[in-house]
Protein backbone atom coordinates (compact mmCIF):
# COMPACT_ATOMS: atom_id res chain seq x y z
CA UNK A 1 0.00 0.00 0.00
CA UNK A 2 1.33 3.28 -0.75
CA UNK A 3 2.12 6.35 1.47
CA UNK A 4 2.32 9.85 0.64
CA UNK A 5 3.96 12.40 3.08
CA UNK A 6 4.17 15.82 2.64
CA UNK A 7 7.16 18.56 3.51
CA UNK A 8 6.48 21.62 2.79
CA UNK A 9 7.94 24.99 4.66
CA UNK A 10 9.61 28.27 3.45
CA UNK A 11 13.11 29.01 1.92
CA UNK A 12 15.79 27.43 4.28
CA UNK A 13 13.76 25.99 7.12
CA UNK A 14 15.12 22.69 6.93
CA UNK A 15 12.67 20.92 4.08
CA UNK A 16 15.11 18.89 2.02
CA UNK A 17 17.15 18.13 5.26
CA UNK A 18 14.55 16.46 7.46
CA UNK A 19 13.22 14.55 4.29
CA UNK A 20 15.87 13.22 3.57
CA UNK A 21 16.71 11.77 7.13
CA UNK A 22 12.89 10.59 7.30
CA UNK A 23 13.48 8.53 4.18
CA UNK A 24 16.68 7.03 5.50
CA UNK A 25 14.91 6.41 8.90
CA UNK A 26 12.19 4.40 6.14
CA UNK A 27 14.43 2.75 4.22
CA UNK A 28 18.61 1.69 3.81
CA UNK A 29 18.33 2.28 -0.01
CA UNK A 30 16.03 5.32 -0.83
CA UNK A 31 15.73 6.95 -3.96
CA UNK A 32 16.11 10.23 -4.62
CA UNK A 33 14.59 12.14 -7.39
CA UNK A 34 15.62 15.68 -8.72
CA UNK A 35 13.31 17.60 -10.31
CA UNK A 36 15.44 20.65 -10.66
CA UNK A 37 16.48 22.06 -14.11
CA UNK A 38 19.75 23.86 -13.35
CA UNK A 39 19.49 27.56 -15.04
CA UNK A 40 22.98 28.80 -13.76
CA UNK A 41 25.90 28.46 -11.96
CA UNK A 42 24.92 29.61 -8.28
CA UNK A 43 22.25 27.11 -8.72
CA UNK A 44 24.67 24.21 -9.84
CA UNK A 45 26.33 25.03 -6.34
CA UNK A 46 23.67 24.36 -4.59
CA UNK A 47 22.88 21.24 -6.30
CA UNK A 48 26.08 20.17 -5.42
CA UNK A 49 25.80 20.76 -1.80
CA UNK A 50 22.91 18.94 -1.57
CA UNK A 51 24.53 15.87 -3.88
CA UNK A 52 27.32 15.98 -0.95
CA UNK A 53 25.26 15.80 1.93
CA UNK A 54 23.72 12.83 0.70
CA UNK A 55 25.71 9.31 1.15
CA UNK A 56 26.61 6.61 -1.20
CA UNK A 57 23.13 4.66 0.01
CA UNK A 58 20.78 6.52 -1.95
CA UNK A 59 20.08 5.76 -5.51
CA UNK A 60 20.06 9.53 -7.30
CA UNK A 61 17.67 9.76 -10.41
CA UNK A 62 17.41 13.19 -12.17
CA UNK A 63 13.84 13.77 -13.71
CA UNK A 64 12.57 17.48 -14.80
CA UNK A 65 8.98 16.38 -15.53
CA UNK A 66 7.57 12.79 -16.05
CA UNK A 67 7.85 11.10 -12.74
CA UNK A 68 5.87 8.43 -13.59
CA UNK A 69 8.21 6.93 -15.76
CA UNK A 70 9.97 5.82 -13.00
CA UNK A 71 10.16 2.79 -11.36
CA UNK A 72 9.74 3.21 -7.97
CA UNK A 73 7.33 -0.08 -6.89
CA UNK A 74 8.07 -1.40 -3.28
CA UNK A 75 10.70 1.83 -2.59
CA UNK A 76 10.68 4.89 -0.39
CA UNK A 77 11.44 7.83 -2.64
CA UNK A 78 12.30 11.76 -2.02
CA UNK A 79 10.97 13.51 -4.33
CA UNK A 80 12.96 17.29 -3.88
CA UNK A 81 11.14 19.34 -4.78
CA UNK A 82 7.73 20.08 -6.25
CA UNK A 83 8.03 23.81 -6.52
CA UNK A 84 11.15 23.36 -9.15
CA UNK A 85 8.76 20.43 -11.11
CA UNK A 86 6.02 23.23 -11.47
CA UNK A 87 8.32 25.49 -12.44
CA UNK A 88 9.59 23.09 -15.01
CA UNK A 89 5.82 23.12 -16.52
CA UNK A 90 5.27 26.43 -16.05
CA UNK A 91 7.65 27.51 -18.27
CA UNK A 92 7.21 24.61 -20.97
CA UNK A 93 3.32 26.17 -21.04
CA UNK A 94 3.05 29.56 -20.01
CA UNK A 95 -0.09 28.81 -18.86
CA UNK A 96 -1.24 28.28 -15.32
CA UNK A 97 -4.51 26.06 -15.94
CA UNK A 98 -2.77 23.66 -18.62
CA UNK A 99 0.33 23.32 -16.38
CA UNK A 100 -1.35 22.72 -13.38
CA UNK A 101 -3.94 19.94 -14.92
CA UNK A 102 -0.56 18.33 -16.34
CA UNK A 103 0.79 18.23 -12.90
CA UNK A 104 -2.45 16.93 -11.00
CA UNK A 105 -1.95 14.03 -13.98
CA UNK A 106 1.59 13.71 -13.74
CA UNK A 107 1.15 13.28 -9.94
CA UNK A 108 -1.47 10.44 -9.54
CA UNK A 109 -0.11 8.43 -12.08
CA UNK A 110 3.08 8.65 -10.56
CA UNK A 111 1.74 7.64 -6.93
CA UNK A 112 -0.54 4.73 -8.35
CA UNK A 113 3.18 3.01 -7.39
CA UNK A 114 3.07 0.82 -4.22
CA UNK A 115 5.82 3.25 -2.12
CA UNK A 116 6.40 5.53 -0.08
CA UNK A 117 6.88 8.94 -1.34
CA UNK A 118 8.23 11.65 0.29
CA UNK A 119 7.46 15.23 -0.91
CA UNK A 120 9.13 18.78 -0.88
CA UNK A 121 7.35 21.80 -1.68
CA UNK A 122 7.91 25.24 -0.41
CA UNK A 123 4.90 27.83 1.26
CA UNK A 124 5.22 30.65 -1.11
CA UNK A 125 2.03 31.72 -0.74
CA UNK A 126 2.51 33.35 2.83
CA UNK A 127 4.32 36.65 2.12
CA UNK A 128 3.06 39.59 0.23
CA UNK A 129 1.34 39.90 -3.08
CA UNK A 130 4.13 40.03 -6.29
CA UNK A 131 3.94 42.91 -8.46
CA UNK A 132 5.04 40.86 -10.92
CA UNK A 133 2.03 38.83 -12.72
CA UNK A 134 4.29 35.93 -13.75
CA UNK A 135 5.21 35.73 -9.73
CA UNK A 136 1.51 35.66 -8.84
CA UNK A 137 0.77 33.06 -11.24
CA UNK A 138 3.34 31.14 -10.18
CA UNK A 139 2.57 31.51 -6.60
CA UNK A 140 -1.22 30.22 -7.80
CA UNK A 141 -0.19 27.52 -9.75
CA UNK A 142 2.22 26.08 -6.77
CA UNK A 143 -0.62 26.80 -4.15
CA UNK A 144 -3.32 24.81 -5.76
CA UNK A 145 -0.49 21.99 -6.58
CA UNK A 146 0.00 21.82 -2.69
CA UNK A 147 -3.53 21.65 -2.41
CA UNK A 148 -3.83 18.58 -4.51
CA UNK A 149 -0.82 16.63 -2.90
CA UNK A 150 -2.05 18.31 0.79
CA UNK A 151 -5.52 16.25 -0.24
CA UNK A 152 -4.05 12.95 -1.00
CA UNK A 153 -1.21 12.93 1.52
CA UNK A 154 -1.42 10.30 4.59
CA UNK A 155 0.94 13.07 6.30
CA UNK A 156 1.69 16.74 5.69
CA UNK A 157 4.66 18.36 7.81
CA UNK A 158 5.89 21.81 7.76
CA UNK A 159 9.03 22.86 8.83
CA UNK A 160 9.46 25.93 10.77
CA UNK A 161 13.14 27.22 11.52
CA UNK A 162 14.34 23.86 11.32
CA UNK A 163 11.35 22.75 13.64
CA UNK A 164 8.68 19.97 11.52
CA UNK A 165 5.20 20.61 12.91
CA UNK A 166 2.60 17.98 12.02
CA UNK A 167 -0.39 19.07 9.92
CA UNK A 168 -1.90 15.87 8.99
Same mark, same amino acid.
Given at each position: ??? /???? *????? @? =? &??? +? ?5 ? @???? $??? +? ?15 ? &???? $? ?10 ? $???? &? /?????? *????? !? ?6 ? +?? %?????? =? ?5 ? !???? #???? $?? #????? %?? *?????? =??? @? ?25 ? /???? @? ?5 ? &?
Amino acid at each position: MSK /IILI *TGGQR @S =G &KST +YAEQLAL @SLSP $RPI +YIATAHVWDDEFRQRVI &KHQE $RRGPEWENIEEE $RQLS &K /IDVEGR *TVLID !CLTLWATN +YF %FDTRDT =GTALHML !CDEF #DRFT $RQ #DATFI %FV *TNEIGL =GGV @SPDAVQRHFTDLLGWLNQHVAARADEV /IMMV @SGIAVKI &K
